[in-house]
Nanobody, 127 residues
Framework: QVQLVESGGGSVQAGGSARVSCGVF????????MGWFRQAPGKEREGVVL????????YYADSVKGRFTISQDNAKTTMTLQMNSLKPEDNAMYYC????????????????????WGKGTQVTVSS
């Protein structure tokens, strides 16, 4: 069984930075994808940044490219999302997830394909 626990986040002004981390408890197979998803009030959950556990390939949504950076320790026990130049539209609950949602080797953004989820951590960006 895998347990994911998010930490970090909080309130920040637009243009500022925040960091969220995901503690991974349990075994994650090397063919899994892991990533950060977010859900704003009244909106669907969306994949923001994905990382393939095995080869480390990374996908960034266009909305965060150049501003967000994902990292993972060698032991695959912690995954961190550094968020810079935050915008009001980044305001959301951020979730850590892991699963086998891959298509032709690439991690996919559809939340439905992710088996394990954390409870989420709030990032509030004020203008």
């Amino acid at each position: 069984q895998v347990q994911l626990v998010e930490s970090g986040g909080g309130s920040v002004q637009a243009g500022g930075s925040a960091r969220v981390s995901c503690g991974v408890f349990g075994y994650i197979s090397s063919n899994y994808c892991m990533g950060w998803f977010r859900q704003a009030p009244g909106k669907e959950r969306e994949g923001v940044v994905l990382i393939a556990t095995g080869d480390g390939s990374i996908y960034y949504a266009d909305s965060v490219k150049g501003r967000f950076t994902i990292s993972q320790d060698n032991a695959k026990t912690t995954m961190t999302l550094q968020m810079n130049s935050l915008k009001p539209e980044d305001n959301a609950m951020y979730y850590c997830a892991a699963g086998l949602n891959r298509y032709r080797g690439s991690c996919q953004r559809d939340p439905a394909g992710y088996k394990y989820w954390g409870k989420g951590t709030q990032v509030t960006v004020s203008s």
